[in-house]
């Protein structure tokens, strides 16, 4: 099992501005020349077509060379053609290649931080032995103490450490992973920092979470997504149509030809150009939608580059991409819009039971509990004066571990006495089936701890309900203004917890979602994605339980915390590797994005061919059909002039948008109108515009520098 060593966030910042330097367009060079294999270069029909088109041009200037004299046309012309013609592909071919060269930068930096370990393997009969981290088979228990490498992705199934991670997330911050609970994921590669812990494997040489890291970001085979293939399919219609209307140009300028000397007498020098193959290629070249044709695999490859920046591993470009579709938000309360760090805050026993008597029973109910919530409570009971001893468990005590089905925990001592504490509802209705009655006080001082947006435990002592724990938990200092960003972008936000309804409300509002779901079981979460989605609605969930897995792999966007369990990791379509819950905003963000950026750039390059149009057909067909002079506002040299500037405006247009592609349009939380009429006013009109300027400018320095003729 390979490692990797750990590295600080400045390294990593370091490299990933590194990503944009010069040493990776050689390579890129190379493989967009690579690139023009025709079995690779029919995958994009639109570039295929180009290049077919400076096949023939080609041809054609071989064809005069042997035959001289069979236009009135310069060969030059042609020359220069053929030249950017070819250079419109590499243009296209570069942007691809060098998107990808980014990913394969990312997949050799992780590669340079990995090395072998050694690992200490458990034997059956208790014993060690240390053997190769390569070695390690799904299964195989190793103990890792301070100080030591975890040799492989596994799960804690005993002991708890903090480890530091700063070799997958670049924090340097170190975090606890502790067994039995949503923090037992561990990852090889990272560093046992205190204490000693042990792993049971889950993954084999080469199937560790870094290699699948490393195979995703070198993107070797990236799908295309549903929408990607869509517009491919526009595109090509597009081409056709396009190449259907400028076929037929070459009779109909040929027969006005010769209209124009057999019946009329008057020269053919204007109206040759019209007949040239070549100059048909290059204006259905110029009329297609070669920008967005040419960019629009790069886009998608740098969609999942910028998740990979923000540390999200997305599964596949479709999961980035859906999350740009996103309609509905479901967040977890604890640790997402709160904290997350619950601690026992008050005691508040009912009527007949003293506050002492409360503490050291919730006390012993939480001696197995080893969340933080169970552990404050403990920690809350000593500092409160209940002493040690009055809440150690005899010999032959049988300890109730918390599930989310029950929500409750407790133990049952030798005596027959039975303590449980968990959700007010959970514990009534166990107190119910017992036999128990209920005191009036108790709904009140569960009203009450709700109301001001704790978490109420309710403890009992067999059939008696001794009173309620509160705990306490603040909102995250942003996250109101995080969600309302959200709002901003549409989307609709639902809070997910396992508190009581009141305790649930009263988050929400502060929160500012715009619903909840409370007392959600893992049954509950999944049953109402599904009628969410049965809606028409596209859902976005995150979770990093063994719980929320079934939920994960039923959301449209399932992100999965790093530091969760296996069985989470494997269900959604993506890993935070930072593991912070409120990065579901960021993915969302970059779906949005990566959205807008090809919506952005299909509006330029639509806008482009229809300003192209108005820019080289009055120009180009002018002398044999003159009522075109009307519409030739741009007043270019000559027909030669202004296909050739065409052309290479065209072909130049493309390296310039390369940065617009992997960088993506700047990102705004609007909604889908407003988001239009910018796509419209921005890149629509400066779609049209840029033509107009471009090819003029060009035009003037190809006659500044007699270029042309």
């Known amino acids: 099992m390979d490692v990797a060593v750990g590295l600080d966030r400045h390294e990593q910042a370091a490299q990933r501005q590194r990503l944009f330097a010069a040493d990776l367009v050689m390579p890129a060079m190379r493989q967009s020349l690579a690139m023009l294999r025709p079995d690779i270069q029919w995958r994009n029909p639109v570039m295929f077509v180009v290049e077919i088109g400076a096949v023939l041009t080609l041809a054609y200037i071989v064809r005069n060379v042997v035959n001289p004299g069979s236009t009135l046309v310069s060969l030059g012309y042609f020359v220069a053609l053929d030249i950017w013609l070819w250079l419109t592909v590499v243009f296209a071919n570069f942007a691809t290649a060098f998107a990808e060269e980014r990913g394969r930068s990312q997949a050799a930096f992780l590669r340079r931080t990995r090395a072998s370990t050694p690992a200490h393997r458990l034997r059956t009969d208790g014993g060690l032995d240390v053997v190769n981290s390569i070695d390690l088979k799904p299964g195989d228990l190793v103990t890792v103490k301070a100080n030591e490498v975890i040799p492989g992705d596994g799960e804690v199934i005993e002991g708890v450490a903090a480890v530091d991670e700063s070799a997958i997330t670049g924090e340097s911050a170190p975090v606890i992973r502790e067994a039995g609970g949503d923090r037992s994921g561990v990852t090889g590669g990272t560093t046992v920092l205190s204490d000693h812990i042990t792993v049971r494997i889950v993954a084999g040489f080469g199937e560790s979470f870094l290699d699948r890291m490393i195979a995703l970001v070198e993107g070797a085979v990236r799908q295309r997504t549903p929408n990607e293939i869509a517009l491919t399919l526009v595109l090509t219609a597009f081409t056709l149509i396009f190449m259907i209307v400028v076929v037929p140009l070459w009779p109909m300028a040929y027969n006005a030809e010769l209209y124009m000397t057999s019946y009329l007498g008057l020269s053919t020098q204007l109206s040759s150009l019209g007949t040239d193959v070549p100059t048909l290629i290059a204006l259905v070249v110029c009329l297609i939608p070669t920008t967005i044709g040419a960019l629009l695999?790069?886009?998608?490859?740098?969609?999942?580059?910028?998740?990979?920046?923000?540390?999200?591993?997305?599964?596949?470009?479709?999961?980035?991409?859906?999350?740009?579709?996103?309609?509905?938000?479901?967040?977890?309360?604890?640790?997402?819009?709160?904290?997350?760090?619950?601690?026992?805050?008050?005691?508040?026993?009912?009527?007949?039971?003293?506050?002492?008597?409360?503490?050291?029973?919730?006390?012993?109910?939480?001696?197995?509990?080893?969340?933080?919530?169970?552990?404050?409570?403990?920690?809350?009971?000593?500092?409160?004066?209940?002493?040690?001893?009055?809440?150690?468990?005899?010999?032959?005590?049988?300890?109730?571990?918390?599930?989310?089905?029950?929500?409750?925990?407790?133990?049952?001592?030798?005596?027959?006495?039975?303590?449980?504490?968990?959700?007010?509802?959970?514990?009534?209705?166990?107190?119910?089936?017992?036999?128990?009655?209920?005191?009036?006080?108790?709904?009140?001082?569960?009203?009450?701890?709700?109301?001001?947006?704790?978490?109420?435990?309710?403890?009992?002592?067999?059939?008696?309900?001794?009173?309620?724990?509160?705990?306490?938990?603040?909102?995250?200092?942003?996250?109101?203004?995080?969600?309302?960003?959200?709002?901003?972008?549409?989307?609709?936000?639902?809070?997910?917890?396992?508190?009581?309804?009141?305790?649930?409300?009263?988050?929400?509002?502060?929160?500012?979602?715009?619903?909840?779901?409370?007392?959600?079981?893992?049954?509950?979460?999944?049953?109402?994605?599904?009628?969410?989605?049965?809606?028409?609605?596209?859902?976005?969930?995150?979770?990093?339980?063994?719980?929320?897995?079934?939920?994960?792999?039923?959301?449209?966007?399932?992100?999965?915390?790093?530091?969760?369990?296996?069985?989470?990791?494997?269900?959604?379509?993506?890993?935070?590797?930072?593991?912070?819950?409120?990065?579901?905003?960021?993915?969302?963000?970059?779906?949005?994005?990566?959205?807008?950026?090809?919506?952005?750039?299909?509006?330029?390059?639509?806008?482009?061919?229809?300003?192209?149009?108005?820019?080289?057909?009055?120009?180009?067909?002018?002398?044999?059909?003159?009522?075109?002079?009307?519409?030739?506002?741009?007043?270019?040299?000559?027909?030669?002039?202004a296909i050739l500037s065409a052309v290479i405006f065209n072909a130049l247009i493309i390296p310039l948008l390369i940065p617009v592609a992997l960088k993506g349009v700047r990102y705004r939380p609007l909604g889908a109108d407003a988001l239009l009429r910018q796509n419209l006013l921005i890149w629509g009109v400066g779609g049209v515009i840029a033509p107009f300027i471009g090819i003029k400018l060009i035009d003037m320095f190809m006659v500044a520098f007699h270029l042309v003729a």
Request: glycine content about 10%; hydrophobic content about 45%; proline content about 5%.
């Open 297 to 641: 695999a790069a886009i998608g490859i740098a969609g999942m580059d910028r998740a990979l920046r923000h540390n999200i591993i997305a599964k596949s470009g479709l999961a980035v991409e859906t999350a740009g579709d996103i309609d509905v938000v479901l967040l977890d309360k604890t640790g997402t819009i709160t904290v997350g760090s619950r601690h026992a805050t008050d005691f508040l026993p009912v009527d007949g039971i003293q506050v002492q008597e409360l503490r050291t029973a919730a006390a012993l109910a939480s001696g197995a509990d080893r969340t933080p919530e169970g552990q404050s409570i403990v920690t809350a009971a000593l500092a409160a004066g209940v002493s040690q001893s009055s809440i150690s468990a005899p010999d032959g005590t049988q300890f109730i571990e918390f599930s989310a089905q029950t929500r409750m925990s407790g133990i049952d001592l030798p005596n027959g006495r039975r303590l449980r504490k968990g959700a007010p509802d959970a514990v009534l209705d166990y107190l119910r089936r017992a036999g128990g009655t209920m005191p009036p006080e108790l709904d009140t001082l569960v009203a009450q701890a709700a109301a001001e947006g704790a978490t109420p435990l309710v403890v009992s002592d067999g059939k008696r309900p001794l009173g309620v724990v509160v705990l306490q938990d603040t909102l995250k200092p942003d996250i109101a203004a995080r969600i309302g960003l959200l709002r901003q972008m549409g989307l609709r936000t639902i809070m997910i917890t396992g508190d009581n309804r009141l305790t649930a409300s009263t988050i929400a509002k502060r929160a500012g979602v715009d619903d909840y779901l409370a007392e959600a079981t893992p049954e509950a979460k999944l049953t109402f994605l599904r009628q969410e989605q049965a809606e028409g609605k596209l859902v976005a969930m995150m979770g990093d339980g063994t719980n929320d897995a079934p939920a994960l792999a039923q959301a449209d966007v399932g992100l999965a915390m790093n530091s969760g369990t296996q069985a989470a990791k494997e269900a959604g379509n993506m890993v935070d590797l930072d593991s912070d819950p409120t990065k579901l905003i960021e993915v969302v963000e970059i779906g949005k994005q990566l959205l807008m950026t090809r919506g952005a750039l299909t509006t330029f390059s639509i806008a482009n061919d229809i300003a192209k149009y108005f820019a080289i057909v009055p120009a180009l067909f002018a002398g044999t059909l003159p009522w075109l002079k009307a519409i030739d506002i741009m007043h270019l040299h000559s027909p030669t002039s």
